[in-house]
């Protein structure tokens, strides 16, 4: 059981480059997020989704577009890559129920755009 | 933004001692929850408290909510090298149900041995 994992860990990106950062889960949940870590700043949500086939936006959503063609994965793409999005990207994952929010998080994507 | 504030920034202690951090937000909310982040790692969930809830204990943690001046706080008790990691709160003041959280900004806890 490996919980939520992400590839890649690490990536290089040159401004106006694209790129897909994917999120895994072997926990059968309904919702997954991702978030971006930035210093000081703690942690923000881009997109949701609560279910395959339905994603929505967050609270930082602008430059990123993700998919959910499987209950298994989340996908956060980056059309145009901009310094601005130098940042740690999280992926995390949860149950629908009272006594499930709580959130499983995988190891992090760290992402440098120069 | 509904981000909450911790406080302090970063905090220092010796081994054996206890250590509280504060978390301040802004909007009515369905629960707390306590989260903490080792170095280079992702967020491990600790602690959560809900709206109708004052205090909550779970091992070594305890955890104290007032809705009245919107702020939580979380006691570590009896600290260990082990415990030197940044801890965040996260409220949930989502009316979709999608469990959305809001983080705070963190408190570097220390650990000295």
């Known amino acids: 059981n490996a919980g939520v994992t992400q590839t890649p860990k690490f990536r290089v990106l040159k401004t106006g480059q694209s790129m897909t950062l994917l999120c895994a889960q072997d926990?059968?949940?309904?919702?997954m997020y991702w978030y971006r870590q930035d210093p000081g700043m703690g942690l923000r949500l881009i997109h949701y989704?609560?279910?395959?086939?339905?994603?929505a936006k967050g609270e930082v959503p602008d430059g990123y577009n993700v998919s959910r063609l499987k209950k298994q994965n989340f996908l956060l793409g980056l059309e145009s890559a901009a310094p601005s999005q130098t940042s740690v990207y999280f992926c995390?994952?949860?149950?629908?129920?009272?006594?499930?929010?709580?959130?499983?998080f995988g190891p992090g994507t760290r992402l440098l755009v120069l | 933004s509904q981000q909450g504030e911790e406080d302090p920034q970063a905090l220092s202690i010796q081994e054996g001692e206890n250590a509280t951090m504060n978390c301040s937000y802004k909007?009515?909310?369905?629960?707390l929850q306590w989260y903490r982040q080792n170095s280079g790692r992702g967020l491990v969930h600790l602690i959560l408290?809900?709206?109708?809830?004052r205090e909550k204990h779970s091992g070594r943690l305890r955890v104290t909510l007032d809705t009245s001046k919107k702020s939580s706080s979380l006691l570590i008790t009896a600290s260990r090298a082990a415990d030197t990691a940044s801890y965040f709160c996260?409220?949930?003041?989502?009316?979709?149900?999608?469990?959305?959280?809001?983080f705070g900004t963190g408190t570097r806890l220390t650990v000295i041995p």
């Open positions: 995390a994952s949860s149950a629908p129920g009272q006594g499930k929010e709580t959130q499983y």
């Open positions: 926990m059968n949940h309904e919702y």
């Open positions: 989704s609560v279910g395959e086939g339905t994603t």
């Open positions: 909007t009515s909310i369905n629960n």
């Open positions: 408290i809900r709206s109708n809830e």
């Open positions: 996260a409220t949930d003041a989502d009316q979709t149900g999608a469990n959305n959280l809001f």
